[in-house]
């Protein structure tokens, strides 16, 4: 039987704003920097509908405002028109985050009729041939067009999510113009996060310095450009910027996500910290687990935080950024980020930049699930 612990809370602690549904592990993508953990959920262990309308519900108590209605490929499932209604039966604002190749105008609008409020839409790169070999799918960037346009026509707010690497970064330009083409109201442009499977294929994946300086600058024009027609969220990757991002807006402060088979994570990467237990909605409560569950407490706020974050003047600016990547780089998750420049081991992170991006990929170089 599934307990209902149900806590005061705590007089720090806030309520969640928003919380990532991943609906399923499934996608008919193998991108090679995928958010999905190595090991995918099978679809036996996937929540079903009523378990995500009754995790909906527990989420808009808490005080979720919206949902990101993630994966792998959310539109895989057969039910997610019920998993929308419910999402709106609880209150709770809907995004859809989307590959877009399966989504069809019928389905589309089937998902408006649930109460579907946004739509986000990714694109691998405006070439269509680089697109389609990064997403490994034949003319699925002809697809995502497609759905894009649909998206707009049926008056449907429109994000376009472009995941930015050495492979594409140099057509930035070009992704910029063709999401304003697409009519998207906003961009976002996503530079690759180095754990799971990006960690695998970094060297693929890292940028050289000059790119990202010419992508800085172009990134930095359009915003101006673009500005009240389009908004643009870009940041300079992690591995090259001077002190680490407030990542998440620090680990279970105000979001979290909710796995295939339930596992309640205080970020979507969460589950690469190995030796991290983290629970379930299948045998705790939301309430339970945002105010006392072990894993959430534990990097939350500064109290956790080893020299030099703890001394540090800019500790309650970033928290002590990304406890993932952190993890993936020193095999501790509470060490300091070493991306920031007083990391004892950020000249580990300068290093591993030069290697990387210094690398041809050979032919086939990239690791799929």
Same mark, same amino acid.
């Given at each position: 039987m599934a307990k209902t612990e149900v806590q005061t809370a705590k007089p720090s602690l806030e309520s969640p704003l928003a919380m990532l549904a991943e609906l399923t592990h499934r996608c008919p993508l193998q991108c090679p920097y995928c958010s999905n953990p190595t090991a995918l959920s099978p679809r036996s262990d996937e929540l079903?509908?009523?378990?995500?309308?009754?995790? =909906? $519900?527990?989420?808009? !108590? /808490?005080?979720?405002?919206?949902?990101?209605?993630?994966?792998?490929?959310?539109?895989?499932?057969?039910?997610?028109?019920?998993?929308?209604?419910?999402?709106?039966?609880?209150g709770i604002y809907t995004n859809l985050i989307t590959s877009g190749v399966l989504l069809s105008h019928k389905r589309l609008e089937q998902y408006q009729d649930a109460g579907l409020d946004h739509v986000q839409i990714s694109i691998q790169d405006s070439d269509a041939e680089n697109a389609d070999h990064i997403g490994n799918y034949a003319n699925g960037h002809a697809r995502k067009l497609e759905a894009a346009r649909m998206v707009r026509a049926l008056g449907l707010p429109l994000t376009i999510n472009a995941?930015?690497?050495?492979?594409?970064?140099?057509? =930035? $330009?070009?992704?910029? !113009? /063709?999401?304003?083409?697409?009519?998207a109201q906003r961009l976002e442009i996503a530079n690759v996060q180095y754990y799971g499977w990006a960690l695998k294929n970094r060297t693929a994946l890292m940028p050289t310095r000059e790119q990202v300086e010419r992508a800085t600058a172009v990134a930095t024009a359009a915003i101006e450009e673009y500005r009240g027609r389009m908004a643009i969220d870009y940041v300079v990757p992690d591995y090259y910027a001077r002190r680490?991002?407030?990542?998440?807006?620090?680990?279970?402060?105000?979001?979290?996500?909710?796995?295939?088979?339930?596992?309640?994570?205080?970020?979507?990467?969460?589950?690469?910290?190995?030796?991290?237990?983290?629970?379930?909605?299948?045998?705790?409560?939301?309430?339970?687990?945002?105010?006392?569950?072990?894993a959430f407490n534990r990097f939350r706020g500064t109290g956790w935080m080893p020299e030099?974050?703890?001394?540090?003047?800019?500790?309650?600016?970033?928290?002590?950024?990304?406890?993932?990547?952190a993890f993936a780089l020193t095999g501790d998750a509470a060490a300091t980020d070493p991306v920031c420049e007083f990391s004892p081991r950020h000249e580990e992170v300068a290093a591993l930049v030069a290697a990387d991006s210094?690398?041809?990929a050979p032919p086939g170089y990239l690791y799929r699930h």
């Open positions: 079903n509908a009523a378990e995500w309308a009754k995790v =909906l $519900s527990q989420a808009a !108590a /808490l005080g979720v405002l919206q949902v990101h209605l993630s994966g792998g490929e959310p539109t895989a499932r057969k039910d997610l028109a019920e998993i929308i209604a419910a999402a709106r039966k609880a995941v930015v690497h050495r492979q594409n970064l140099d057509h =930035l $330009s070009e992704i910029i !113009a /063709l999401a304003d083409a697409l009519d680490p991002k407030r990542c998440m807006d620090g680990w279970g402060s105000r979001y979290f996500a909710v796995s295939p088979r339930g596992l309640v994570l205080p970020c979507h990467a969460a589950e690469t910290i190995t030796g991290m237990a983290f629970s379930s909605v299948r045998d705790h409560s939301l309430e339970w687990i945002w105010r006392d569950d072990p030099p974050c703890r001394s540090c003047a800019f500790k309650e600016k970033d928290l002590g950024g990304c406890r993932c990547q210094a690398l041809i």
